[in-house]
């Protein structure tokens, strides 16, 4: 009887154990994810924004995030200043745009920070803010100085609603940055060497080559693997790789091409070639003609392609030559409107082969703080250097290439 007693009490305390444990045991620990820079909110004081970007190249990803980051910065922005606005008149209007768009280029990364996952893709997570206080002031002291009746912006958020400046769009998304990046591309050609004799040698163009390759994968958004050098390359070298660039790359891609070495215009069939290293004297056929690039630039899918070449008689690539402008078009229309352009170092003439083309423009790479440059604004930076310091006098170009595909936007150098 007193062994029976023992067996039973063991097995109800097996019961009592299994059957209270097993809600513990199906219970899960819940976990808490923390976003990195996901703290950082709008205050009283500050517009914030935060967003993320992911990307196999940790640059790019970076960049992917700020760009979101801002865009999400303007919109809270536009959203608050139009709140507070009141329209009168479009000129007006365009001001408070272009003052709010102005002070937008004052805000600052308040946090930063990257992680890789399995895939061996990289996210970043960056958090941007702007001031009110500053933004609010430099408004009101900016449209008082137009306007002595108009209405100072409100610096109380609580009395919001009883104050209003003049104007219905405080800031538009679609004017700050792009969206949308795709991968950077670039294909660097330097010849000096040529196998006739009856073209002369150049001493230049290898080392410029390298130059540009090593502040472009250094100090912008070209990843290594993605930019190809060929030195002293033959014709069919040449149109290789554009092969390959046209079966790769997709519509989001940018490209950058870049020439250094002999040039030649042919008046009678007024047309511009560039000189491979096989190329023979006086044999148009075995030279690479300005329309055979141009056909190129057509036909490789991307968004943005710029050509640069430093050689005589560069120019020939323009339908229309100086089509420099001086109107300040935001860099996320540039953007996202496709284009094809080209920068040389000279116009129809003949250019030193120890250019100065090269070095002012590497220096300007070199010396841009800019986030966002584009090609256009590059050469604004460093025409009048060349211009100055040439022997030849020569006139850097800046223009559309035209039947390539160009809808009016520009190539935008990403600073790293």
Not at 75 to 88: C, F, H
Not at 101 to 111: K, T
Not at 201 to 213: A, E, G, I, M, R
Not at 301 to 316: M, R, V
């Amino acid at each position: 009887m007193l062994q029976r007693i023992k067996i039973l009490t063991v097995y109800f305390t097996l019961c009592f154990l299994f059957i209270g444990t097993r809600p513990l045991i199906a219970q899960k620990k819940s976990t808490k994810i923390e976003i990195p820079c996901s703290n950082y909110m709008s205050d009283q004081n500050h517009y914030r924004a935060f967003e993320s970007g992911t990307s196999r190249n940790l640059s790019m990803a970076r960049s992917k995030a700020r760009i979101q980051a801002q865009n999400l910065l303007a919109s809270l922005v536009k959203s608050d200043i139009s709140s507070r606005t009141e329209l009168t008149e479009d000129s007006f209007n365009q001001s408070i745009v272009s003052k709010v768009q102005e002070e937008l280029r004052g805000m600052s990364v308040v946090c930063q920070e990257f992680t890789q996952n399995e895939k061996g893709e990289y996210n970043a997570y960056i958090a941007v803010e702007l001031p009110k206080e500053n933004l609010y002031k430099d408004l009101d002291s900016y449209f008082t100085k137009k306007d002595n009746t108009i209405k100072k912006v409100v610096h109380n958020n609580a009395s919001s609603n009883n104050e209003k400046l003049r104007g219905s769009d405080a800031v538009s998304t679609t004017n700050t940055v792009p969206t949308e990046i795709g991968t950077y591309h670039a294909l660097l050609i330097g010849i000096e060497d040529y196998d006739d004799t009856k073209i002369t040698n150049l001493d230049q163009p290898v080392d410029d080559t390298q130059q540009l390759y090593d502040v472009l994968t250094k100090n912008y958004a070209f990843n290594s693997k993605n930019v190809v050098v060929l030195k002293n390359p033959s014709k069919i070298g040449i149109t290789n790789e554009l092969d390959k660039l046209a079966n790769t790359l997709n519509k989001n891609d940018n490209l950058l091409i870049f020439y250094a070495g002999h040039g030649f215009w042919d008046e009678n069939f007024e047309q511009g070639y560039w000189l491979p290293s096989d190329a023979k004297k006086q044999m148009r056929g075995s030279y690479i003609s300005n329309s055979t690039i141009r056909d190129y630039m057509k036909g490789i899918p991307s968004q943005h392609i710029l050509l640069i070449t430093d050689a005589c008689f560069s120019g020939s690539i323009f339908k229309s030559r100086a089509a420099f402008s001086d109107e300040d078009t935001a860099i996320a229309q540039l953007y996202n409107a496709p284009s094809r352009v080209a920068i040389t170092s000279g116009t129809l003439t003949e250019v030193p082969d120890k250019s100065v083309f090269l070095d002012y423009l590497v220096k300007q790479l070199k010396q841009n703080e800019q986030q966002y440059l584009s090609a256009e604004q590059l050469f604004s930076k460093f025409k009048i250097a060349v211009m100055n310091n040439s022997r030849t006098k020569q006139i850097p170009q800046y223009g559309k290439v035209y039947n390539a595909g160009d809808e009016g936007g520009d190539f935008i150098f990403i600073k790293n």
